[in-house]
C-alpha cells in the first residue's frame, strides 16, 4: 500500500508539472504573467526643412515671390512720385545696366570668399534696405541712386541661389525642376496679393511687401546647407572671369539664352498692348500670361524624364523650335484659341531653355560655380534682353505684330547652335 501510495504521489506530481510547462507555452501565458509590455520608443520627429530640397524651395518661393511683387509695379511706384515717362524709363535703365556689371563682381566675390550663401544673406539683406528708399524717397536724382543701389545689391540673389540649388541638387539627388517651381508658383500668388494690397494702399504697398519678401529670402538662405568644400576652393575662385570658359559647353549655352530667352522681348513689351488693340479683355490677357506661367510650372514638376532624355542640347532645340512656331502664331493672328495654344508654348521657350542651361552650368566646379551663374545671368540673359527690349519699341511702331517674326528669328538662328553645344558637351 505504502508503494502504491508514493506511486500515486509521484504520478501527481508528474501530472501537475506538465499541466505547469504546458500553461506556460500557452499564447497568452507571458502577457498575464511578465507584467504590462514593454513600450516601443519613440520615433524622432523628422522637420520638413530636413530636407535639402524643401529648404531650397523655400528660397525660391521668397525669392519670386519678391519678383512677383514688385516687377509689375515699379513703374507706378516711381510715377507716383511725380517721375515723367522718360524718368520712369531712365530709372529703370539705370538699375539694369546696374545688374550687367554688379552681377559678375559679386558673384567672382563669393567664389573668392569661398562664402556664397553668406553673400547672397548680406545681398538680400542690403537689398530689402535699399528696396524702402523706393518708398521714401521723392525726386527723381533721389530714385535714380535709390535704384542703382537696390541693383547693386540685387544682381547676385537669384544667380547666387541658382548656383547653390545645381550644386546641392548634383550631390543630393534631388530633382532641381520641381524645387525651382516653387519660385513661379511663389510668383503667381504674390503678384495676385499685391495687386490687391495696392488696390487698398496704393503703390508704396508694394514697396514694403518687397522688402518682407527681400527678408525672407535671407532668412530662407541661412537654412540652406552648407556647400560642398573642395581643395579647390582655397585656391579662392580660382580662374576669375575666365574660369567658367574653361568648359567649352559654357561658351556656346550663352549665345543660346541670348536669342532664345531675348526672343521674349518683344513679348514682354507690346504682347497685352498688341492683344487689347485686337480687341481682347484684359481679364482674357490675363489668362493667356498665367497660362505661360502655369506651362512652365508644369514642365519644371514633372519633365524631369523628358530633360534627362533629352539632355542640355535636346532641351535648347525644343525651345528654340517652340520659339519659332509661338512667335510665328503670334505674328499672324490674335484669334483666341490659336494664342491659348501657343501660350503653353512658353512651359518649352522659357522653362526647357532655362533648365538647359542649369545643366551646363553644373558641370562648373563649386569654385566657379557663382561666377559662372553670375555670368550667364548677365551675358546670356540680362544684356540680350535689355537691348532686345530697346529695339522693341521702334520694332513694334514700324512693324506691329509683325515684329515676331523677328523674334522667331532669333530662335531659327538658335537651332544650329544647340548642335554645335552637343559636340562641345561630348568633347567636355
Same mark, same amino acid.
Given at each position: 500500500?505504502a508503494?502504491r501510495?508514493? @506511486?500515486?504521489?509521484?504520478?501527481?506530481a508528474?501530472?501537475?508539472?506538465?499541466?505547469?510547462?504546458?500553461?506556460?507555452?500557452?499564447?497568452?501565458?507571458?502577457?498575464?504573467?511578465?507584467?504590462?509590455p514593454?513600450?516601443p520608443p519613440?520615433?524622432?520627429r523628422?522637420?520638413?526643412?530636413?530636407?535639402?530640397?524643401?529648404?531650397?524651395?523655400?528660397?525660391?518661393?521668397a525669392?519670386?515671390?519678391?519678383?512677383?511683387?514688385?516687377l509689375?509695379?515699379?513703374?507706378?511706384?516711381?510715377?507716383?512720385h511725380g517721375?515723367?515717362p522718360?524718368e520712369v524709363?531712365?530709372?529703370?535703365?539705370?538699375?539694369?545696366?546696374?545688374?550687367?556689371?554688379?552681377?559678375?563682381?559679386l558673384?567672382?566675390?563669393a567664389?573668392a570668399?569661398?562664402?556664397?550663401?553668406?553673400?547672397?544673406?548680406?545681398?538680400?539683406?542690403?537689398?530689402a534696405?535699399?528696396a524702402?528708399g523706393?518708398?521714401?524717397?521723392?525726386?527723381?536724382l533721389?530714385?535714380?541712386?535709390?535704384?542703382i543701389?537696390?541693383?547693386?545689391?540685387?544682381?547676385p540673389?537669384?544667380?547666387?541661389?541658382?548656383?547653390?540649388?545645381?550644386?546641392?541638387?548634383?550631390r543630393r539627388?534631388?530633382?532641381?525642376?520641381?524645387?525651382?517651381?516653387?519660385?513661379?508658383?511663389?510668383f503667381?500668388?504674390?503678384a495676385?496679393?499685391?495687386g490687391?494690397?495696392?488696390?487698398m494702399?496704393?503703390?508704396?504697398?508694394?514697396v514694403?511687401?518687397?522688402?518682407?519678401?527681400?527678408?525672407?529670402?535671407?532668412?530662407? @538662405?541661412?537654412?540652406?546647407?552648407?556647400p560642398?568644400?573642395?581643395?579647390a576652393?582655397?585656391?579662392?575662385?580660382?580662374?576669375?572671369?575666365?574660369?567658367?570658359?574653361?568648359?567649352?559647353?559654357?561658351?556656346?549655352?550663352?549665345?543660346?539664352?541670348?536669342?532664345?530667352?531675348?526672343?521674349h522681348?518683344?513679348?514682354?513689351?507690346?504682347?497685352?498692348?498688341?492683344?487689347?488693340a485686337?480687341?481682347l479683355?484684359?481679364?482674357?490677357?490675363?489668362?493667356?500670361?498665367?497660362e505661360?506661367?502655369?506651362?512652365?510650372v508644369?514642365?519644371?514638376?514633372?519633365g524631369r524624364?523628358?530633360?534627362?532624355?533629352?539632355?542640355?542640347?535636346?532641351?535648347?532645340?525644343?525651345?528654340?523650335?517652340?520659339?519659332?512656331?509661338?512667335?510665328s502664331v503670334?505674328?499672324?493672328?490674335?484669334w483666341?484659341?490659336?494664342?491659348?495654344?501657343?501660350q503653353?508654348?512658353?512651359g518649352?521657350?522659357?522653362?526647357?531653355?532655362?533648365?538647359?542651361?542649369?545643366?551646363v552650368?553644373?558641370?562648373?566646379?563649386?569654385?566657379?560655380?557663382?561666377?559662372?551663374?553670375?555670368?550667364?545671368?548677365?551675358l546670356?540673359?540680362?544684356?540680350?534682353?535689355?537691348?532686345?527690349?530697346?529695339a522693341?519699341?521702334?520694332?513694334? @511702331?514700324?512693324?506691329?505684330?509683325?515684329?515676331f517674326?523677328?523674334?522667331?528669328?532669333?530662335?531659327?538662328?538658335a537651332l544650329?547652335?544647340?548642335?554645335?553645344l552637343?559636340d562641345?558637351?561630348?568633347?567636355?
Amino acid at each position: 500500500m505504502a508503494r502504491r501510495g508514493a @506511486a500515486c504521489g509521484s504520478a501527481s506530481a508528474v501530472f501537475r508539472r506538465a499541466c505547469r510547462l504546458a500553461r506556460r507555452r500557452s499564447p497568452g501565458y507571458g502577457a498575464r504573467h511578465a507584467g504590462p509590455p514593454p513600450i516601443p520608443p519613440r520615433r524622432p520627429r523628422v522637420s520638413p526643412l530636413a530636407s535639402p530640397a524643401a529648404r531650397f524651395a523655400l528660397l525660391y518661393a521668397a525669392q519670386f515671390a519678391a519678383i512677383g511683387v514688385m516687377l509689375p509695379f515699379l513703374p507706378a511706384v516711381l510715377a507716383g512720385h511725380g517721375l515723367t515717362p522718360q524718368e520712369v524709363g531712365l530709372v529703370l535703365a539705370a538699375g539694369s545696366a546696374t545688374r550687367l556689371v554688379a552681377g559678375p563682381l559679386l558673384g567672382r566675390t563669393a567664389d573668392a570668399l569661398g562664402h556664397p550663401r553668406l553673400v547672397l544673406v548680406v545681398a538680400a539683406l542690403l537689398a530689402a534696405a535699399t528696396a524702402a528708399g523706393f518708398a521714401l524717397a521723392q525726386a527723381f536724382l533721389a530714385l535714380l541712386l535709390v535704384n542703382i543701389l537696390h541693383s547693386l545689391c540685387m544682381a547676385p540673389v537669384i544667380p547666387l541661389g541658382d548656383s547653390l540649388a545645381i550644386q546641392a541638387s548634383r550631390r543630393r539627388g534631388f530633382d532641381y525642376g520641381r524645387v525651382r517651381s516653387a519660385g513661379s508658383i511663389a510668383f503667381i500668388i504674390a503678384a495676385a496679393v499685391a495687386g490687391q494690397a495696392v488696390g487698398m494702399g496704393g503703390p508704396a504697398a508694394a514697396v514694403w511687401l518687397f522688402a518682407a519678401c527681400l527678408v525672407a529670402t535671407a532668412g530662407t @538662405a541661412l537654412l540652406l546647407p552648407a556647400p560642398e568644400a573642395s581643395a579647390a576652393a582655397t585656391r579662392r575662385g580660382s580662374g576669375g572671369f575666365r574660369g567658367p570658359f574653361r568648359d567649352p559647353a559654357f561658351a556656346w549655352v550663352l549665345p543660346l539664352s541670348a536669342l532664345i530667352q531675348g526672343s521674349h522681348a518683344l513679348y514682354y513689351g507690346f504682347a497685352t498692348i498688341h492683344w487689347q488693340a485686337a480687341g481682347l479683355s484684359a481679364q482674357v490677357i490675363g489668362l493667356l500670361w498665367a497660362e505661360g506661367v502655369v506651362a512652365e510650372v508644369a514642365l519644371f514638376l514633372w519633365g524631369r524624364r523628358i530633360a534627362d532624355r533629352l539632355g542640355a542640347p535636346g532641351l535648347a532645340a525644343l525651345a528654340a523650335l517652340a520659339g519659332v512656331i509661338r512667335w510665328s502664331v503670334t505674328a499672324e493672328t490674335a484669334w483666341l484659341p490659336a494664342l491659348a495654344v501657343v501660350q503653353a508654348l512658353h512651359g518649352l521657350t522659357f522653362g526647357a531653355m532655362h533648365l538647359a542651361a542649369m545643366r551646363v552650368l553644373a558641370r562648373q566646379p563649386p569654385e566657379r560655380a557663382a561666377t559662372a551663374q553670375t555670368l550667364h545671368a548677365s551675358l546670356g540673359g540680362g544684356l540680350a534682353s535689355g537691348l532686345l527690349m530697346l529695339a522693341a519699341g521702334p520694332l513694334y @511702331a514700324a512693324a506691329g505684330a509683325g515684329g515676331f517674326w523677328v523674334m522667331a528669328g532669333l530662335c531659327l538662328v538658335a537651332l544650329p547652335l544647340t548642335l554645335v553645344l552637343r559636340d562641345r558637351l561630348r568633347r567636355g
